[in-house]
């Protein structure tokens, strides 16, 4: 049990990330040019309702004052109160989380079932024809653009074919699912170009491993010795992977949530920042900054167990 002895001061060490992930969050959100008084009041709104108004969020404070009120809530477990929903920031975003979340899940899903067979075909043909069409069509879905893709695969799917929904995110179990289909598709098309590069160059490793030579010295055949030794040591490089790309994958969800108009947590993002809703921004970034933490520390965990020989 000692290779586990880093999760006891692991998170430790994820507190001064956090903190500065907030303190720059805190700044950047404040360079955004316009005032989110006169952006909630209008163009007609008077400098008394202005400043009313800022008085009330307390923006008419000084900005380090503001980052001390900021962390106090914090540590009260609130985010503050949102300009624009009138609502807790953090209430708000507990609304949210579902389609983000479910979002996240069934796209990893996806970029798994897509990536291993392509890996596989490749690693066990390399050099051949399937070795480079697989490396080719990674490389072209690292290429093409998330946004892009959501809107091929929306025009293809949803008003030529007339197979999936537009856009939202429905109320039934099976109405949401037939709305996840295409945001799910579009992330998991664009992450599984990145695993199946990294996975297969490590099942390409693994076929030539003294492991691997010694199985087939036992009579092991050659697709026992593939899925049973070579496939597990292979997932390791990729755990690490994508847990790497998580912020790769969470950027992803705010620009397909936006494009698709899933209530998610990248859409409320978007709307707060063009709002200038500064506290819902700085939670929704919270929120992200931790679940990817959370997420790093989970591969982590998962690392070790799948390989013994890995020390953290």
């Given at each position: 049990?000692?290779?586990?002895?880093?999760?006891?001061?692991?998170?430790?060490?994820f507190l001064p990330v956090l903190f500065g992930i907030s303190v720059i969050t805190f700044v950047l959100v404040r360079l955004i040019p316009g005032d989110p008084a006169r952006v909630l009041l209008g163009a007609r709104s008077t400098p008394t309702a202005i400043a009313n108004i800022r008085a009330q969020y307390g923006l008419d404070e000084p900005m380090w004052l503001q980052y001390f009120y900021f962390l106090q809530n914090l540590g009260r477990g609130e985010m503050g109160r949102?300009?624009?929903?009138?609502?807790?920031?953090?209430?708000?975003?507990?609304?949210?989380?579902?389609?983000?979340?479910?979002?996240?899940?069934?796209?990893?899903?996806?970029?798994?079932?897509?990536?291993?067979?392509?890996?596989?075909?490749?690693?066990?043909?390399?050099?051949?024809?399937?070795?480079?069409?697989?490396?080719?069509?990674?490389?072209?879905?690292?290429?093409?653009?998330?946004?892009?893709?959501?809107?091929?695969?929306?025009?293809?799917?949803?008003?030529?074919?007339?197979?999936?929904?537009?856009?939202?995110?429905?109320?039934?179990?099976?109405?949401?699912?037939?709305?996840?289909?295409?945001?799910?598709?579009?992330?998991?098309?664009?992450?599984?170009?990145?695993?199946?590069?990294?996975?297969?160059?490590?099942?390409?490793?693994?076929?030539?491993?003294?492991?691997?030579?010694?199985?087939?010295?036992?009579?092991?055949?050659?697709?026992?010795?593939?899925?049973?030794?070579?496939?597990?040591?292979?997932?390791?490089?990729?755990?690490?992977?994508?847990?790497?790309?998580?912020?790769?994958?969470?950027?992803?969800?705010?620009?397909?949530?936006?494009?698709?108009?899933?209530?998610?947590?990248?859409?409320?993002?978007?709307?707060?920042?063009?709002?200038?809703?500064?506290?819902?921004?700085?939670?929704?970034?919270?929120?992200?900054?931790?679940?990817?933490?959370?997420?790093?520390?989970?591969?982590?965990?998962?690392?070790?167990?799948?390989?013994?020989?890995?020390?953290?």
């Amino acid at each position: 049990m000692h290779r586990y002895r880093f999760v006891l001061f692991r998170p430790l060490q994820f507190l001064p990330v956090l903190f500065g992930i907030s303190v720059i969050t805190f700044v950047l959100v404040r360079l955004i040019p316009g005032d989110p008084a006169r952006v909630l009041l209008g163009a007609r709104s008077t400098p008394t309702a202005i400043a009313n108004i800022r008085a009330q969020y307390g923006l008419d404070e000084p900005m380090w004052l503001q980052y001390f009120y900021f962390l106090q809530n914090l540590g009260r477990g609130e985010m503050g109160r949102s300009i624009l929903y009138k609502i807790d920031v953090l209430k708000l975003i507990v609304t949210r989380i579902e389609p983000t979340l479910v979002l996240v899940l069934v796209s990893v899903v996806l970029s798994i079932l897509i990536a291993v067979p392509m890996a596989a075909l490749a690693a066990r043909n390399s050099g051949r024809l399937a070795d480079h069409t697989v490396r080719i069509v990674s490389t072209l879905g690292i290429g093409f653009p998330p946004f892009w893709l959501a809107l091929m695969l929306m025009i293809l799917f949803s008003v030529k074919l007339g197979i999936f929904p537009v856009s939202g995110y429905g109320k039934t179990f099976l109405d949401k699912a037939g709305h996840l289909v295409l945001p799910s598709l579009t992330i998991a098309l664009s992450l599984s170009a990145v695993l199946t590069r990294s996975l297969r160059a490590a099942m390409i490793v693994e076929l030539q491993s003294d492991l691997a030579t010694a199985a087939r010295a036992r009579g092991m055949p050659e697709s026992i010795v593939f899925w049973r030794h070579v496939v597990p040591n292979s997932l390791v490089p990729t755990i690490n992977l994508l847990a790497v790309n998580i912020g790769w994958l969470i950027g992803g969800t705010v620009v397909v949530e936006t494009v698709f108009a899933i209530p998610g947590m990248g859409q409320l993002l978007v709307r707060a920042i063009f709002s200038r809703d500064y506290m819902v921004v700085q939670g929704v970034a919270m929120v992200f900054a931790c679940a990817t933490v959370l997420v790093n520390f989970a591969a982590d965990i998962v690392t070790v167990t799948v390989d013994p020989r890995v020390r953290l």
